[in-house]
Antibody, heavy 121, light 113 residues
Framework: QLQLQESGPGLVRPSETLSLTCTVS??????????WGWFRQPPGKGLEWIGS???????DYNPSLKSRVTISVDKSKSQFSLKLTSVSAADTAVFYC?????????????WGQGTLVTVSS | DIVMTQSPDSLPLSLGERATINCESS????????????LAWYQQKPGQPPRLLIY???TRESGVPDRFSGSGSGTHFTLTISSLQAEDVAVYYC?????????FGQGTKLEIK
């Protein structure tokens, strides 16, 4: 059964870089033509798509975050990663990784449990 | 950017009742070249990640009970739960994936009256 697990620091200082990794198990990140995405949800608020990466490495980012976001994939480790630079308190959120549904770019069919990242000094 | 607006914000219903949640997009999410609406619905329970229910506006994800159905086209969409069960208490979100940023509605909280 496919499982996704987010990992990374739970606390990041303002102006620093947030780095998260999503490890995929029970399936290969290289099998099939799927997108793999990152989403976030500030506490008590709604969902936001951050960006997605195709298994080949092609990326698609939310324009509002594009200048600060990098998503990469390491097929050998069955992982994909998120880097968000110059963070502020507004970036505090639960971050989710997800596997795309079919050929869609940003529809999450299988989700990790999420990890809370707090931006604070 | 496409703005997604859901109604109502909160929906209190009794068990067994029909639930109808609406989602309106600020522009059409229908792609004429493939005749598809780029609209998805999710269910999110407290402390859990979202669960995909419906995509392409009306295609039920594998494993989703058939009491959940999606309809609509263009800019107006509806998620219907034919007979409300206790386990359906959750927040429901619509999402357009027609053009980035792939935006979500603000959510509709479904609760038992």
């Amino acid at each position: 059964q496919l499982q996704l697990q987010e990992s990374g620091p739970g606390l990041v200082r303002p102006s620093e870089t947030l780095s998260l990794t999503c490890t995929v198990s029970g399936g290969s990140i290289s099998s099939g033509s799927y997108y793999w995405g990152w989403f976030r949800q500030p506490p008590g608020k709604g969902l936001e798509w951050i960006g997605s990466i195709y298994y080949s490495g092609t990326t698609d980012y939310n324009p509002s975050l594009k200048s600060r976001v990098t998503i990469s994939v390491d097929k050998s480790k069955s992982q994909f990663s998120l880097k968000l630079t110059s963070v502020s308190a507004a970036d505090t959120a639960v971050f989710y990784c997800a596997k795309g549904a079919g050929t869609t770019v940003a529809v999450g069919a299988h989700w990790g449990q999420g990890t809370l990242v707090t931006v604070s000094s | 950017d496409i703005v997604m607006t859901q109604s109502p914000d909160s929906l209190p219903l009794s068990l067994g009742e029909r639930a109808t949640i609406n989602c309106e997009s600020s522009q059409s999410v229908f792609y004429t070249s493939n005749n598809k609406n780029y609209l998805a619905w999710y269910q999110q329970k407290p402390g859990q990640p979202p669960r995909l229910l419906i995509y392409w506006a009306s295609t039920r994800e594998s494993g989703v009970p058939d009491r959940f159905s999606g309809s609509g086209s263009g800019t107006h969409f509806t998620l219907t739960i034919s007979s409300l069960q206790a386990e359906d208490v959750a927040v429901y979100y619509c999402q357009q994936y027609y053009t980035p940023p792939y935006s979500f509605g603000q959510g509709t909280k479904l609760e038992i009256k």
